[in-house]
Nanobody
């Protein structure tokens, strides 16, 4: 089992920055992929960024060049540095982990970007 707890969300003006953190606990040693997803009101949950065990990253086109995903070496903490934030980035951001074909989700953290 893997437990995920997000933090770092909040209210920021357009053009500002936030850094989200995801603390992972449990059997983290066999996690294969971790990532960030978001869900805006009335919309489906969408991928923001992912990172594989080997360090490969993948970003949604809408956040490329503005967001950076990173982690500590032991998969204990996953980060999402968000710069040049836009009102359309407003959403609940969820941390995700895949381990042995099982998916785990955090409770989400709200990010609100005002114009």
């Amino acid at each position: 089992q893997v437990q995920l707890v997000e933090s770092g969300g909040g209210l920021v003006q357009a053009g500002g920055s936030l850094r989200l953190s995801c603390a992972a606990s449990g059997t983290v040693f066999s996690i294969s992929t971790m990532g960030w997803y978001r869900q805006a009101p009335g919309k489906q949950r969408e991928l923001v960024a992912t990172m594989s065990r080997g360090g490969s990253t993948n970003y949604a086109d809408s956040v490329k060049g503005r967001f950076t995903i990173s982690r500590d070496n032991a998969w204990n903490t996953l980060y999402l540095q968000m710069d040049s934030l836009r009102p359309e980035d407003t959403a609940v951001y969820y941390c995700h982990a895949n381990r042995l074909l099982n998916n785990y989700w955090g409770q989400g953290t709200q990010v609100t970007v005002s114009s």
